[in-house]
């Protein structure tokens, strides 16, 4: 029998083009535990690829892009397919499901943590904050799913799960996504903390500083942490790395940007959002701030719901024709059995509404149904991004949203704030923790935080290394 615990890294550290897609391995006794299993976020790839056609089996051609790693023994062969280099590549989930015992843990439900999910076979149990797995469910009822389509299974925060010799549990961290959590991991050789993706400064900051102060309680021999907002000296300077209060755009508080919307929301003329449907904090920091500027906040019917079964309440919707919503919308929408429950529930308001009082209203409009803005009173309004897509000037339509803002007249706004913890704040959050030996990961310079670490390790990817006394000793790929 094997002893002692391997760990490798497929994906998630030490990339200065991506970030994201980080998956990681811990084995013991025949026993491995995956966590996260998500893709790379790559909008201009995504672009420049958007027309041309997925083929009949995708995995293996998501694997060949690189987009999903060849992890051993998590992919059931159907998927595969019967392309012997690949097979030769990618041992299939039957082919090492009698020797090794599978498991996967989600961190949070953001595409770079979890897309990939729906290709692990489904005999192997892919757990999810209990939270985080509710949320999931809803957002699969309106297509925002993964496929393909597998069972989950929702665990309790902090309730222990026992894994052959390892456990681990789901703590929760403060993110902008419903659920999150890092991971919290033992194996008789080593006890280690995942963060996942987190910040310091969202609507439950708190949150946060429970979560580092468990971590310290715990004494991890490994912290593997994000560092997503770490760049460049050039970009980031010594002295801004270090500020102890760097709360100003874009890490300020959730209220500070529900004040800022408030504000912008009292501008004359009709206004617009856009936002991401997973960040349910932002949308209720719109919503309070809306309600401030005495505007009525119409989102899209998928939303309504979302938000429906999440909170319990229906948002009223904007449909340009009330009387047949389905004018301005695909089959594949309004077909749907939870849209028809939209329409007989939400509050309907349509364009003729909008037309008459603009500025009684505040329309949420994701990118993709932009030109439903046409219908509607754009000049002398204001258009605020607030988290929605494109997420910034890395993505190529990012330049064209501008573009396409002005031409209905409005005014642009960037009105929001970090998802990740500002540079100081890694620090602070790093000091508190007190790991014996931290993992920069998720980060383009992972390097800028493993210097202020007592001690530090860079994995590379693919390879296996063992932990013996408390020491990792790489073993090969």
Same mark, same amino acid.
């Given at each position: ?13 030490? &990339? ?26 790559? %909008? ?8 041309? #056609? ?28 019967? =392309? ?23 961190? $949070? @439900? ?56 390892? /456990? ?18 033992? +194996?008789?050789?080593? /006890?280690?903390?995942? +963060? ?7 609507? /439950?900051?708190?949150? +946060? =500083? ?41 890490? =300020? ?13 009292? $501008? ?5 959002? &856009? ?19 005495? #505007? ?19 948002? %009223?919707?904007?449909?340009? /024709?009330?009387?047949?919503?389905? +004018? ?11 849209? =028809? ?23 949420? &409009? ?35 949203? @501008?573009?396409?803002?002005?031409? @209905? ?49 860079? %994995? ?18």
């Amino acid at each position: 029998m094997a002893t002692g615990t391997e760990l490798k890294v497929y994906r998630g550290v030490w &990339n200065r083009q991506h970030m994201g897609g980080t998956i990681i391995q811990v084995e013991a006794e025949h026993h491995r535990l995956l966590f996260d299993f998500g893709f790379i976020y790559d %909008p201009g790839r995504a672009l420049l690829e958007r027309d041309i #056609r997925e083929r009949p089996l995708p995995l293996p051609d998501l694997i060949r892009r690189g987009i999903l790693p060849p992890v051993e023994g998590v992919f059931p062969s159907r998927c595969l397919g019967e =392309q012997l280099s690949l097979r030769e590549e990618v041992l299939p989930y039957e082919a090492l499901s009698g020797e090794k015992k599978m498991m996967v843990a989600i961190s $949070h @439900l953001h595409l770079d943590h979890m897309a990939g999910m729906g290709w692990v076979a489904p005999e192997i149990p892919v757990l999810l904050s209990q939270p985080s797995a509710r949320f999931y469910d809803i957002l699969a009822e309106v297509g925002e799913g993964v496929g393909p389509v597998r069972p989950y299974r929702g665990v309790p925060y902090e309730e222990v799960i026992h894994h052959g010799p390892i /456990r681990f549990s789901f703590v929760p961290i403060d993110h902008d996504v419903p659920g999150a959590a890092g991971l919290f991991i033992e +194996t008789p050789e080593v /006890r280690m903390v995942y +963060t996942g993706d987190f910040r310091c400064h969202g609507a /439950r900051r708190q949150v +946060t =500083q429970e979560f580092f102060e468990k971590v310290r309680a715990f004494r991890p021999h490994l912290l593997f942490m994000e560092g997503t907002t770490l760049s460049s000296p050039e970009e980031l300077p010594e002295e801004d790395l270090t500020r102890p209060d760097p709360l100003d755009p874009p890490f =300020q508080t959730e209220g500070e940007v529900a004040e800022e919307l408030a504000k912008a929301f009292s $501008h004359r003329g009709l206004a617009v959002v &856009n936002l991401y449907l997973r960040n349910a904090d932002r949308l209720r920091s719109v919503l309070q701030a809306a309600e401030e500027a005495g #505007r009525m906040v119409l989102v899209e019917p998928e939303w309504s719901w979302v938000y429906h079964r999440w909170w319990g309440f229906w948002l %009223p919707i904007y449909v340009a /024709r009330p009387d047949a919503p389905e +004018t301005a919308l695909p089959p594949e929408v309004w077909q749907r059995p939870w849209f =028809q429950e939209v329409l007989s529930q939400a509050p309907r308001v349509g364009a003729k509404d909008v037309r008459y009082e603009p500025h009684r209203f505040l329309i949420q &409009n994701s990118f993709e149904n932009f030109w439903s803005l046409l219908d509607l009173p754009t000049e002398g309004g204001i258009y605020i991004h607030s988290g929605g897509t494109p997420l910034g000037a890395f993505d190529p339509r990012y330049p064209h949203l @501008l573009q396409l803002v002005r031409s @209905l007249g409005m005014e642009y706004r960037l009105l929001g704030n970090h998802g990740h913890a500002a540079p100081s704040h890694l620090l602070k959050v790093l000091a508190m923790a007190q790991p014996k030996v931290l993992v920069p990961i998720h980060s383009r310079y992972p390097e800028r935080l493993a210097v202020r670490a007592r001690r530090s390790f860079l %994995p590379a990817h693919g390879v296996t290394y063992r932990v013996q006394a408390k020491e990792l000793s790489q073993m090969g790929r």
